[in-house]
């Protein structure tokens, strides 16, 4: 059974500062690791991806997210926060074996305060 | 040259009628998913289907039903609404052999039951 967990629905920074949104995650397998964004009124977007190459791995808009199997975690950063980011963040993890079925955390609401 | 595309983008209808939301996608994917986002913003994953097998979520009522007429389409038809169907539906993509599994989002049908 795979699930994820996302600490913070709701993360505010301001323009400029670090943003950093958690994910742990449960896996018996070693996972497939995402991270969507969703701003208003659209679809989701592929941000990044781990699929077992680089534990750091670097996405779209400057964010990034490592990967840690001590901590079961991936979490998302971004150097210097933009207005532009202010969104919704989900991440989701998979079975590479499978494939078929991602899980999806409750997504983390961010609010950039100029 | 949209990668999966939905139609409607807004439908609002009365209780107890019958109504379809149409998915395609032309990434030349194998297999597709719907996807109910409530009002938290939380995903729940309702179908997904390859032309090989359907895979229900079993919480999901009998009253909705994917119909896939060919492998570009996979279309969500829900008979009997009821208030708590009022959500917005994602369809989704993905080529599962290809063993990174990413999920390809179309832009959202937002379902309003009266």
């Known amino acids: 059974a795979q699930s994820v967990t996302q600490l913070g629905s709701h993360v505010s920074v301001s323009e400029g500062a670090l943003v950093l949104l958690r994910c742990n995650y449960s896996?018996?397998?070693?996972?497939?690791l995402f991270w969507y964004v969703q701003y208003p009124n659209q679809g989701l977007q592929l941000l990044l991806k781990?699929?077992?190459?680089?534990?750091l791995v670097k996405g779209i808009n400057g964010f990034e997210a490592e990967f840690k199997k001590s901590e079961t975690s991936f979490h998302l950063t971004k150097p210097s926060a933009h207005m532009s980011d202010a969104a919704e963040y989900f991440c989701?993890?998979?079975?590479?074996?499978?494939?078929?079925?991602?899980?999806f955390g409750t997504g983390t609401s961010l609010t950039v305060i100029p | 040259d949209t990668a999966v595309s939905q139609t409607p983008k807004y439908l609002v209808t009365q209780m107890g009628n019958d109504k379809s939301i149409k998915c395609e996608q032309n990434?030349?994917?194998?297999?597709m998913y719907w996807y109910k986002q409530d009002s938290k913003k939380f995903l729940k994953i309702m179908f997904s289907?390859?032309?090989?097998?359907?895979?229900i979520n079993e919480t999901v009522p009998n009253r909705f039903s994917p119909k896939s007429p060919d492998k570009a389409h996979l279309n969500l038809h829900i008979n009997s609404l009821e208030l708590g169907d009022s959500a917005v539906y994602f369809c989704?993509?993905?080529?599962?052999?290809?063993?990174?599994?990413?999920?390809?989002f179309g832009p959202g049908t937002r379902l309003t039951v009266l």
């Open positions: 781990y699929t077992s190459a680089a534990t």
């Open positions: 289907y390859n032309n090989k097998e359907l895979i």
């Open positions: 989704a993509s993905s080529q599962v052999l290809a063993g990174t599994d990413t999920q390809y």
């Open positions: 896996s018996s397998v070693p996972p497939y």
């Open positions: 989701a993890v998979t079975n590479p074996n499978t494939g078929n079925q991602f899980y």
């Open positions: 990434l030349g994917h194998d297999t």
